[in-house]
């Protein structure tokens, strides 16, 4: 494999620049803002260098880097990406750039520290994906959390520091349940030889753990899965997500959003599952019944916001679920549709952070009501806005709906009343994004000074033309993904398909 | 009767010291009275770097312990690496105490003479194997820290703290000794060694030694229910001295307890593994809960470190049938000595003078009330960066040394069976998030009240620096010194 240290490159260097603009004299923070677009720049390069260079057809981790680290404990720097870490790491590549172009203007106060933290968060988040020992991973997710918690209750609204400590009090209530049970693994991987934190290495041993105890399983597979529950979110782990994203920066949000509610799912896909698969057989009843809960009550607590912002937040619970729903449903096409999900949820949804950033940025209002005819007065915005909503409905030709439609017509395979009342989330979904466009867009220009709202200018559509390009992009071409997540997905969905206790017993290994 | 080479040998760190602390006396005698006091620093950092130098060598080279004094102390792995960190200590109280102590109107000569003296007093009890050595050397300390308690005479608050320090030290010297008779009484030793040969059988009078003595232990470092006195001592003394207090004497009181738990009460494990158990649970518990209430940052983090006790005592009880788990415990020891030192030592460096209405002159003030820290981060961004490392590495959130200390005691809990105490310190460190974040809180996010900032002192911010740097050197490569301390146990007791 490539000896070149690709995954640390893409770790590392925005926290290298990131240290070093935080000993640049610099009080306006002009300098950190260009070193931070100039750094996301080479680090998204980089990981599209990756994302071409990666072979769809080969199985397991590519791009390994593997030193050691701590040899008393068996720590290892381990890095190393499968397709679905591909796709994360190119997702949170994307977005960070056009965070920081979307702060350029609207982040007056402590520029430079606000930079600083972006960088240190994308190294966090790019870790989480990257890693591949356990502890490693553990160590990046805890870390992603300062930064972001920084961002909420520095340059975040009103309420930020309500906000930010609920973010960080909830996040770190699971991570450190989670912690007890990673060091459980490590200390249950000894039975097996060498004891170990390597996650491909742990996920081979794990479920082969007869002597694990039904009960001590379920205590550890729970122990992961709140901890990733909460950061999806779930229903009803989500409450602290509204008051995030309301009270969040516009960058804080898109970076919320489109990425570390991803990490939640992505750690079932990664750990909870294929750790303890037989747990997570007997759950997935009620994760489905939770994921399907939480679609139907997010759409419509979306319905009922009279904030824009709180309305994105809560649809994303809405297509959380989806995600979640496709991963339990058991089969290969709602799994590749959960995993499409990840990225288009990110995009979408980012987009309309990103949009709503906007709007409030040009006006200091973002109530539905508060507006009215802007398709007159700003005619690109309302285009742009227009492609964004229909995206995140799920219609044709967008990225939404193939992964909705994988979701759907992979869970209708198994558990055809969980899709039947899932889908009516695509419908409330429909509703309050057109909806919430209309009473915006449509009709009279309700308040006089919005005549002269200014339309999107050249520095905003920089950042929301990538995005309307991948929109179509993933809407018509979606195999650039789902290649590549082909082979992960397949091993993820057989652990879901496993043969019961017996079948091992006489050593029949899925 | 002689007394060889090998003995002084045993004895050279701790000789080191108290020669400097000699020395400091007298050259602070010889200086003219308004001259500088540096040379008072420079002898002490030539006592405390030849003592560090020899411990040094000694944990390169891996020597085989050293016996000396009739076998009542011993210079051995475990001695030299609990040394290491109170020799560090010393060194950070050393570091920001010249001009702070100035400041605070104390007289420098006393001041390092006692530090010194502490050092030694401390150095010589984690030495100790024999009972009459360990409260001699508990006794020599305890009056030392008693004195640095009280040394800003004119604050009412300080004297306080030293009278009640010094009454209940006394009340737990009086369990210690009472313990330390009985054990006596049932085996005809002090040596830890004999009584562990003779021990085999646990007699009631020798569990009662056992109970006393382990009741005296929880007094000194501040165990849950003994632990009443930490918060108004840790809050009354001048800030340098708790920060000196809260690390060195927590880590040679637990070394002590450790050696004497392991060297000579082997057999009894069970017993007093129950009772380290529930004094473990009961520190976690209250410790952290009672630090959530607090306005004053001082006293959250005095009640911050009695829960750090408790996470140390976990380690202990897991210690029954792990040497890892005591490896996991003393190596938690070292990590807290930076992390909380540079917590306490913030406080110092964001202090100001204070005019108050009739008063002489300005008094010092430390940065004790949240309010104290509205808004830092605009003022002293650096200073709030290593504030925050310093309570993220007390919440053990990496990439810090907390963190990796806390990894290693769950694990040695959770492999030894103690499930139920793991969780216990995982919830609590739960709730310390709560706390210490919201001084986070408070220095990014609350504006700062209406007052003039005052230039920090180079040196004090000298001590802030070097803890942190350690603080995030031991998060990332904790290897080296872990596998020391788990060295360190395993030649304990042979």
């Known amino acids: ?510 | 009767m002689n007394i060889t080479w090998v003995d002084w040998i045993s004895i050279s760190p701790a000789l080191a010291v108290i020669g400097a602390a000699f020395l400091v006396v007298l050259v602070d005698m010889l200086l003219p009275k308004d001259a500088s006091k540096a040379p008072l620093e420079i002898v002490s950092y030539t006592g405390i770097g030849a003592a560090l130098y020899i411990c040094f060598r000694r944990l390169g080279e891996g020597m085989p312990p050293v016996r000396g004094f009739f076998g009542s102390v011993v210079l051995d792995e475990l001695s030299v690496y609990l040394s290491l960190a109170i020799l560090a200590a010393t060194a950070l109280l050393v570091t920001m105490s010249g001009e702070d102590m100035r400041r605070r109107k104390v007289h420098a000569g006393e001041f390092y003479a006692i530090v010194l003296l502490a050092a030694a007093g401390m150095i010589l009890l984690v030495q100790s194997v024999n009972l009459i050595m360990i409260f001699l050397m508990i006794e020599i300390l305890s009056l030392c820290v008693y004195v640095l308690t009280g040394i800003t005479r004119r604050q009412p608050r300080s004297g306080e703290a030293a009278m009640k320090y010094f009454v209940t030290g006394a009340f737990a010297s009086g369990f210690l000794l009472y313990g330390m008779a009985f054990l006596y009484g049932a085996t005809g030793s002090v040596q830890l060694a004999e009584i562990a040969v003779r021990l085999r059988e646990a007699t009631p009078m020798a569990l009662l030694g056992m109970g006393l003595l382990l009741v005296g232990f929880a007094f000194k470092v501040g165990a849950v229910p003994f632990h009443m006195w930490v918060p108004d001592v840790y809050e009354g003394a001048p800030t340098p001295v708790t920060a000196f207090m809260s690390v060195a004497v927590k880590a040679a009181a637990f070394g002590a307890l450790v050696r004497v738990c392991v060297a000579g009460l082997p057999a009894q494990s069970a017993q007093w593994g129950g009772m380290v158990w529930g004094l473990a649970a009961a520190t976690m518990i209250v410790g952290n809960l009672m630090a959530v209430p607090q306005r004053s940052v001082k006293r959250m983090l005095a009640y911050s470190s009695i829960a750090h006790a408790g996470y140390v005592l976990l380690g202990l009880a897991a210690l029954k049938t792990s040497h890892a788990a005591a490896g996991a415990a003393i190596f938690y020891l070292f990590v807290y000595t930076f992390m909380t030192f540079g917590a306490f030592a913030t406080l110092a460096y964001l202090g100001r003078e204070v005019s108050f209405p009739g008063a002489r002159a300005p008094e010092w003030h430390d940065a004790e009330d949240l309010f104290d820290f509205a808004g830092v981060a605009r003022r002293k961004p650096w200073t709030a960066a290593a504030m925050t490392l310093f309570l993220l590495s007390l919440a053990g959130i990496p990439p810090t040394a907390g963190f990796a200390g806390k990894f290693m005691l769950f694990r040695a809990a959770i492999q030894e069976g103690h499930y139920v105490l793991a969780l216990i310190g995982i919830l609590m460190s739960i709730v310390s998030v709560y706390y210490y974040l919201r001084v986070v809180v408070y220095m990014y996010m609350k504006d700062p009240l209406e007052e003039p900032s005052q230039k920090g002192d180079m040196a004090v911010g000298a001590a802030v620096a070097t803890a942190a740097f350690l603080t995030i050197l031991l998060g990332l490569m904790p290897g080296t010194m872990h596998e020391l301390s788990l060295r360190a146990m395993e030649h304990v007791g042979r």
């Open chain 1, 1 to 510: 494999m490539a000896s070149f240290p690709y995954l640390t490159l893409i770790t590392f260097l925005p926290a290298a620049a990131a240290l070093l603009a935080a000993f640049a004299r610099d009080p306006k923070g002009e300098l950190t803002k260009w070193v931070a677009l100039a750094v996301s720049g080479i680090v998204l390069a980089l990981s599209l260098l990756v994302f071409a260079a990666f072979k769809a057809d080969a199985a397991g981790m590519q791009f390994v880097e593997n030193h050691a680290w701590i040899p008393a404990y068996h720590v290892r720097y381990h890095l190393g990406i499968d397709g679905i870490s591909l796709a994360m790491v190119v997702l949170t590549a994307v977005l960070t750039p056009l965070a920081i172009l979307a702060s350029w203007n609207s982040i007056h106060d402590r520029v430079k520290e606000f930079f600083v933290s972006i960088l240190f968060l994308e190294t966090g988040m790019m870790g989480v994906f990257a890693a591949a020992d356990l502890f490693l991973f553990y160590v990046f997710w805890e870390v992603m959390l300062i930064p972001m918690y920084l961002i909420i209750g520095v340059w975040g609204g009103p309420r930020r520091v309500y906000a930010a400590v609920k973010f960080i009090v909830y996040t770190i209530f699971g991570s450190l349940l989670m912690f007890g049970a990673i060091v459980y693994c490590y200390i249950l991987s000894h039975r097996f030889g060498e004891p170990t934190f390597d996650i491909a290495r742990l996920q081979q041993i794990l479920p082969y753990q007869l002597g694990l105890a039904r009960t001590a399983q379920a205590v550890l597979f729970l122990a992961f899965a709140v901890s990733f529950a909460i950061k999806v979110p779930m229903f009803p782990f989500h409450t602290w997500l509204p008051d995030a994203h309301v009270e969040a920066p516009t960058a804080g949000s898109v970076l919320l959003a489109g990425v570390l509610l991803k990490m939640g799912a992505y750690g079932f896909i990664r750990f909870a599952v294929p750790f303890f698969p037989d747990a997570a057989i007997r759950f997935t009843p009620l994760i489905i019944a939770l994921s399907v809960i939480g679609i139907v009550y997010g759409a419509l607590m979306a319905l009922a916001q009279a904030d824009i912002k709180k309305l994105i937040a809560y649809s994303s619970v809405s297509h959380l679920g989806f995600v979640m729903l496709g991963l339990f449903a058991g089969t290969a096409s709602a799994a590749q549709g959960a995993v499409l999900q990840m990225v288009n949820h990110g995009i979408s949804t980012g987009a309309l952070f990103l949009l709503v950033g906007y709007l409030y940025h040009e006006t200091h209002l973002r109530g539905v009501d508060d507006f009215g005819g802007l398709a007159k007065v700003t005619p690109r915005f309302a285009a742009i806005f227009m492609i964004v909503a229909l995206s995140s409905a799920g219609l044709p030709g967008t990225n939404g709906f193939v992964g909705e439609f994988l979701v759907l017509l992979g869970t209708f395979q198994r558990h055809a009343f969980a899709a039947a009342v899932g889908g009516t989330g695509v419908v409330l979904g429909a509703l309050y994004l057109l909806r919430t466009y209309r009473v915006v867009f449509f009709g009279p220009v309700s308040v006089p000074k919005h005549e002269k709202v200014r339309d999107i200018g050249a520095l905003e559509f920089g950042y929301f033309a990538p995005l309307i390009v991948l929109i179509f992009a993933l809407g018509v071409l979606p195999n650039i993904v789902l290649s590549r997540t082909e082979k992960p997905v397949e091993a993820y969905v057989r652990m879901l398909k496993r043969p019961g206790d017996a079948g091992r017993l006489i050593g029949v290994r899925p």
